[in-house]
């Protein structure tokens, strides 16, 4: 009965082997479980990390066409940053200065073959360059000789063509000014390393380079050819040496033509002789004679009331010390202020001036700016020179404008604040010009409204019935006032070298533009009796640009100017003793009423 | 239990490795769009210096005092004549030989 047992011995041993086995594939499947979970955590850690970075790359980033401006190319933030330098443009977006890129050629000498062929081929192309210079530059022990900056594209595609090793090219930019000469003096020029070495270029140089946005300003291009123009034709037409034309909008302070000849060619700015690159508008400090009676007859007028009535005796010359003042053709009579302005009297000017005071009249001088440099953004003038020690010698001749020199840009801006609107309002040749405080300017008034209309109808009156009848424009209603200046030389006032200037602004009743024309050394002609006053030589330079601007800025004219005249100068003709009008060569041939200054010079003065 | 486990293994397995191949797809055509981008970047950029060249030479070609010297120049010109205008087939035109520089040329071209 053995067998049952061996058989119960074996069922054990299989139960137990069976056990056993099911224990070591119950570890290896234990092992195999957590390894698969290892994996499962793997996996789903490697999901979650491309599900997030999937996410990243897909939501979150910004749905936008990349600009230029933050793409991995070398574009810089902008334009002007990209070329260096801000453009300059016009009031009406016509480009003044820009920056272009040009190839430049330079040559590897080491590389250079056969240097006198090479030589040749360039001088077919760029004659200008001398031949035997060219040959030395190739034949040097070094790697790099530059042999013409700046090239023009066809230049350079010329000298790709020809293939020779040694030539290579360089990218670089340049200044280019498209209006060349015409606006030279205002726009300045840049050397070759593009830093500014005049005008605009020179004053504004840091807010060019760093700007990125174009430099407007508020110059118009045309206006500036009609003032160039009309300039250019008087110097000819006078054999003159230079001038200055100046156009400004009165209300609001903008130059709009500052014209300096002669002039240069901003590309060759190192090539001009000095007396091409010297600014005459800004630069030039001259006494300007009668046009100074303006601002003493004004000041005369703000300190005494606004009545052109007030008489003095003009019927001598007047004694001041050991010196005498008179009048070129002298009334020999007693003369209302609108006689005075209207005859240009030294003595009658003088004598209101003294009435007004070697201080006040300083203190007039120094509101309207004629005591020191005019500084604003993009203008920088001359200061001006001042007599040393004011007295009254001082006080009187610089009433009617000698003893005291200032720039042209000085006297266009004393003239805007007299006949303005009476408010302090400086000239300005950058739009959007945050430096320039013009709200408190505007808030600051010099002139009462009856002084300036007195002003404006007093020179009106200078156009209708005075030396300034070259200026008049039918419709227009143009004022102003002619001076002629002896310019001082070595030995004291030349009397064959005159300042012949005028200024006036148009229309009178409210006046908007304001125009300056000097012209320097005219020389009298046989069609002017051997004349060269302001009244011959730039009062119709000036009516040139005021008609031009007629046209350019669709002005139209009064529609009954004769009566508009007559309207406007009432008040002030029953103080004029001679209301007749006569013609502009019947007032001119009698000689522009003048000083001769020659008993003073102010750089004398202590 | 290890049924599930070895699907959800597979899966996310899977998973990885179609989303591995959308991120690179992306990051490849990500790449390709900034290529484009560069390229177009410098296209804009030469458009941007030929608008620059062409606007300086539109402001030195319209420069008033060039205009003004260009009127001075064809001012002297004098005016057309009646008599110089016509059609082919006017009679008084045919068989007319115009004798002008350009027309010489143009004969003895065709000659």
Same mark, same amino acid.
């Given at each position: 009965?053995?067998?049952?047992?061996?058989?119960?011995?074996?069922?054990?041993?299989?139960?137990?082997?069976?056990?056993?086995?099911?224990?070591?594939?119950?570890?290896?499947?234990?092992?195999?479980?957590?390894?698969?979970?290892?994996?499962?955590?793997?996996?789903?850690?490697?999901?979650?990390?491309?599900?997030?970075?999937?996410?990243?790359?897909?939501?979150?980033?910004?749905?936008?066409?990349?600009?230029?401006?933050?793409?991995?190319?070398?574009?810089p933030?902008s334009q002007s940053i990209l070329y260096g330098r801000a453009d300059i443009m016009d009031r009406n977006g016509v480009l003044l200065a820009t920056t272009l890129p040009v190839y430049s050629?330079?040559?590897?000498?080491?590389?250079?073959?056969?240097?006198?062929?090479?030589?040749?081929?360039?001088?077919?192309?760029?004659?200008?360059?001398?031949?035997?210079?060219?040959?030395?530059?190739?034949?040097?022990?070094?790697?790099?000789?530059?042999?013409?900056r700046g090239l023009t594209p066809q230049q350079h595609k010329?000298?790709?063509?020809?293939?020779?090793?040694?030539?290579?090219f360089?990218r670089e930019t340049r200044r280019f000014y498209p209006q060349g000469t015409l606006t030279s003096?205002l726009i300045g020029a840049t050397s070759t390393?593009k830093?500014g070495?005049a005008g605009l270029e020179?004053?504004l140089?840091?807010?060019l380079t760093?700007r990125a946005s174009p430099l407007n300003l508020?110059l118009d291009i045309r206006?500036q050819y009609?003032?160039y123009?009309?300039?250019?034709?008087?110097?000819?037409?006078?054999?003159?040496?230079?001038?200055?034309?100046?156009?400004?909008?009165?209300?609001?302070?903008?130059?709009?033509?500052?014209?300096?000849?002669?002039d240069f060619d901003p590309h060759h700015f190192?090539?001009?002789?000095?007396?091409?690159?010297?600014?005459?508008?800004?630069? +030039? &400090?001259?006494? %300007?004679?009668?046009? !100074? #009676? @303006?601002?003493?007859?004004?000041?005369?007028? /703000?300190?005494? *009331?606004?009545?052109?009535?007030?008489?003095?005796?003009?019927?001598?010359?007047?004694?001041?010390?050991?010196?005498?003042?008179?009048?070129?053709?002298?009334?020999?009579?007693?003369?209302?202020?609108?006689?005075?302005?209207?005859?240009?009297?030294?003595?009658?000017?003088?004598?209101?001036?003294?009435?007004? +005071? &070697?201080?006040? %009249?300083?203190?007039? !001088? #120094? @509101?309207?700016?004629?005591?020191?440099?005019? /500084?604003?953004? *993009?203008?920088?003038?001359?200061?001006?020179?001042?007599?040393?020690?004011?007295?009254?010698?001082?006080?009187?001749?610089?009433?009617?404008?000698?003893?005291?020199?200032?720039?042209?840009?000085?006297?266009?801006?004393?003239?805007?604040?007299?006949?303005?609107?009476?408010?302090?309002?400086?000239?300005?040749?950058?739009?959007?010009?945050?430096?320039?405080?013009?709200?408190?300017?505007?808030?600051?008034?010099?002139?009462?409204?009856?002084?300036?209309?007195?002003?404006?109808?007093?020179?009106?009156?200078?156009?209708?019935?005075?030396?300034?009848?070259?200026?008049?424009?039918?419709?227009?209603?143009?004022?102003?006032?002619?001076?002629?200046?002896?310019?001082?030389?070595?030995?004291?006032?030349?009397?064959?070298?005159?300042?012949?200037?005028?200024?006036?602004?148009?229309?009178?009743?409210?006046?908007?533009?304001?125009?300056?024309?000097?012209?320097?050394?005219?020389?009298?002609?046989?069609?002017?009796?051997?004349?060269?006053?302001?009244?011959?030589?730039?009062?119709?330079?000036?009516?040139?640009?005021?008609?031009?601007?007629?046209?350019?800025?669709?002005?139209?004219?009064?529609?009954?100017?004769?009566?508009?005249?007559?309207?406007?100068?009432?008040?002030?003709?029953?103080?004029?003793?001679?209301?007749?009008?006569?013609?502009?060569?019947?007032?001119?041939?009698?000689?522009?009423?003048?000083?001769?200054?020659?008993?003073?010079?102010?750089?004398?003065?202590? | 239990?290890?049924?599930?486990?070895?699907?959800?293994?597979?899966?996310?397995?899977?998973?990885?490795?179609?989303?591995?191949?959308?991120?690179?797809?992306?990051?490849?055509?990500?790449?390709?769009?900034?290529?484009?981008?560069?390229?177009?970047?410098?296209q804009l950029l030469k458009e941007h210096e030929r608008i620059r060249v062409l606007r300086a030479e539109w402001s030195l070609l319209n420069s008033p005092k060039r205009l003004d010297d260009l009127?001075?120049?064809?001012?002297?010109?004098?005016?057309?004549?009646?008599?110089?205008?016509?059609?082919?087939?006017?009679?008084?035109?045919?068989?007319?030989?115009?004798?002008?520089?350009?027309?010489?040329?143009?004969?003895?071209?065709?000659?």
């Amino acid at each position: 009965m053995t067998p049952p047992q061996h058989t119960q011995t074996t069922d054990m041993n299989d139960i137990n082997a069976h056990i056993s086995l099911q224990g070591q594939q119950g570890s290896l499947k234990k092992a195999m479980t957590s390894r698969l979970r290892f994996m499962l955590y793997v996996c789903l850690i490697a999901y979650i990390a491309l599900a997030i970075k999937l996410y990243d790359v897909t939501m979150m980033v910004e749905f936008e066409e990349p600009k230029i401006e933050i793409s991995n190319i070398e574009a810089p933030a902008s334009q002007s940053i990209l070329y260096g330098r801000a453009d300059i443009m016009d009031r009406n977006g016509v480009l003044l200065a820009t920056t272009l890129p040009v190839y430049s050629l330079f040559a590897d000498p080491k590389n250079i073959i056969n240097a006198e062929q090479v030589a040749s081929d360039i001088r077919k192309i760029l004659p200008d360059l001398d031949g035997e210079r060219l040959e030395s530059l190739l034949t040097r022990n070094n790697r790099f000789v530059w042999i013409k900056r700046g090239l023009t594209p066809q230049q350079h595609k010329l000298l790709n063509d020809l293939g020779h090793h040694g030539l290579q090219f360089k990218r670089e930019t340049r200044r280019f000014y498209p209006q060349g000469t015409l606006t030279s003096h205002l726009i300045g020029a840049t050397s070759t390393d593009k830093k500014g070495i005049a005008g605009l270029e020179f004053l504004l140089n840091d807010d060019l380079t760093s700007r990125a946005s174009p430099l407007n300003l508020t110059l118009d291009i045309r206006i500036q050819y009609s003032a160039y123009k009309a300039l250019q034709n008087a110097i000819t037409r006078f054999n003159a040496i230079g001038g200055v034309a100046v156009v400004a909008d009165i209300q609001t302070g903008e130059l709009l033509a500052t014209v300096s000849a002669p002039d240069f060619d901003p590309h060759h700015f190192g090539n001009a002789p000095a007396k091409n690159s010297f600014n005459r508008f800004s630069r +030039g &400090v001259y006494e %300007m004679g009668s046009t !100074f #009676k @303006i601002f003493s007859t004004a000041a005369y007028l /703000a300190q005494n *009331g606004t009545s052109a009535s007030d008489i003095f005796d003009a019927s001598k010359p007047l004694q001041v010390g050991r010196f005498q003042i008179n009048d070129f053709h002298a009334q020999k009579r007693e003369m209302s202020v609108a006689d005075i302005f209207l005859h240009s009297s030294n003595i009658g000017t003088a004598l209101m001036a003294r009435e007004v +005071g &070697v201080e006040d %009249m300083r203190h007039q !001088f #120094k @509101i309207l700016g004629l005591n020191s440099a005019y /500084a604003s953004s *993009g203008i920088q003038t001359e200061s001006p020179l001042l007599p040393r020690v004011w007295r009254e010698t001082n006080l009187l001749t610089s009433s009617y404008g000698h003893g005291i020199a200032v720039t042209p840009l000085h006297l266009m801006n004393a003239f805007i604040k007299t006949i303005g609107d009476g408010t302090n309002r400086d000239l300005k040749i950058v739009f959007n010009d945050h430096n320039n405080k013009d709200q408190q300017q505007i808030t600051e008034r010099l002139y009462s409204q009856n002084t300036v209309k007195v002003m404006q109808k007093l020179l009106r009156l200078g156009v209708t019935h005075g030396t300034s009848q070259f200026a008049d424009l039918d419709g227009y209603q143009v004022g102003g006032k002619t001076g002629t200046a002896e310019k001082i030389g070595p030995n004291g006032y030349m009397d064959d070298k005159l300042m012949s200037s005028f200024i006036g602004a148009f229309p009178m009743h409210d006046p908007k533009y304001a125009v300056l024309v000097m012209v320097d050394e005219p020389k009298g002609r046989e069609d002017t009796y051997g004349y060269a006053t302001g009244g011959w030589v730039a009062a119709p330079a000036a009516r040139e640009i005021i008609a031009d601007m007629a046209s350019i800025l669709s002005l139209p004219p009064l529609d009954n100017p004769k009566q508009a005249d007559d309207e406007f100068l009432k008040s002030l003709m029953p103080y004029i003793k001679d209301k007749e009008r006569r013609t502009a060569a019947q007032i001119l041939r009698r000689g522009e009423p003048d000083i001769t200054p020659k008993f003073i010079d102010f750089r004398e003065q202590e | 239990m290890s049924t599930s486990v070895k699907y959800l293994c597979l899966l996310s397995i899977l998973l990885c490795l179609a989303l591995g191949a959308v991120v690179f797809w992306t990051g490849q055509h990500v790449h390709q769009l900034n290529t484009d981008i560069h390229i177009k970047n410098q296209q804009l950029l030469k458009e941007h210096e030929r608008i620059r060249v062409l606007r300086a030479e539109w402001s030195l070609l319209n420069s008033p005092k060039r205009l003004d010297d260009l009127m001075e120049r064809k001012k002297e010109q004098e005016n057309p004549q009646q008599s110089q205008s016509g059609q082919f087939t006017d009679p008084q035109l045919k068989g007319t030989r115009i004798n002008t520089p350009a027309a010489q040329q143009h004969n003895e071209g065709n000659e």
